[in-house]
């Protein structure tokens, strides 16, 4: 059975670079719970929902050992620069570690289009997208958070493969920097995103 969803994406600190990720409440009052034991594509959704939260944490997982590696890469890098060297052989070993990385979060990808799959799939079985199958969201709802999701991560992994594969080749501090920035910011995971998934736990009893 599903885990259930019990927190966000974490904090931490990396040299003087300190980004917060804050979890993000919606407020729940108002909004029954769903209780019992579901069944049908009331248990399908449910489930789904909390595979998709679950996929997010295990990303959030490999994202900060990205951040750990790329913070060995700067230092590595920054030494080489300093000595007038392009490139050092250790790094090597640093690249194929963050190489590991975007494979699993790949994976993750992989798990999130299969959920939307799952999502089309219940929807072919209602007899209207605006179906309303727990408190308040029309079933299309479920569909466009689903896609916006995926659609998202696929972006961020996107650039973070861009990194990846030109961090250990850059020749200037600044750039080697903005490297690092760039996966640490995750542009592509915006704050409404994150409300979005939240309220979809709202609204599935997970919250």
Not at 59 to 84: C, M, P, Q, Y
Not at 110 to 121: A, F, P, V
Not at 159 to 173: G, S, W
Request: aromatic share 10%; charged share 20%.
């Amino acid at each position: 059975m599903c885990e259930t969803p019990k927190s966000s994406r974490p904090s931490f600190v990396a040299d003087s670079t300190s980004e917060d990720f804050k979890i993000i409440s919606v407020p729940s009052t108002h909004i029954p719970k769903v209780l019992g034991n579901l069944t049908g594509n009331h248990r399908i959704v449910r489930d789904c929902v909390a595979d998709i939260y679950n996929a997010i944490q295990q990303w959030n997982k490999h994202f900060l050992r990205g951040v750990d590696i790329l913070s060995e890469i700067k230092t590595v890098k920054f030494d080489a620069i300093d000595s007038n060297e392009i490139y050092r052989d250790s790094l090597q070993q640093s690249c194929l570690s963050l190489e590991e990385v975007l494979g699993s979060m790949s994976s993750i990808i992989d798990l999130l289009g299969t959920y939307l799959n799952t999502m089309i799939g219940v929807g072919k079985l209602l007899p209207s997208s605006n179906e309303i199958l727990f408190s308040t969201w029309r079933f299309s709802t479920f569909v466009q958070v689903t896609q916006l999701v995926l659609s998202s991560y696929e972006k961020e992994f996107q650039l973070k493969t861009y990194i990846k594969e030109h961090v250990a080749h850059v020749k200037d501090k600044n750039s080697v920097a903005f490297y690092f920035i760039t996966w640490v910011n995750e542009a592509f995971i915006s704050e409404d995103l994150s409300v979005q998934m939240e309220a979809m736990l709202v609204e599935t009893g997970h919250r």
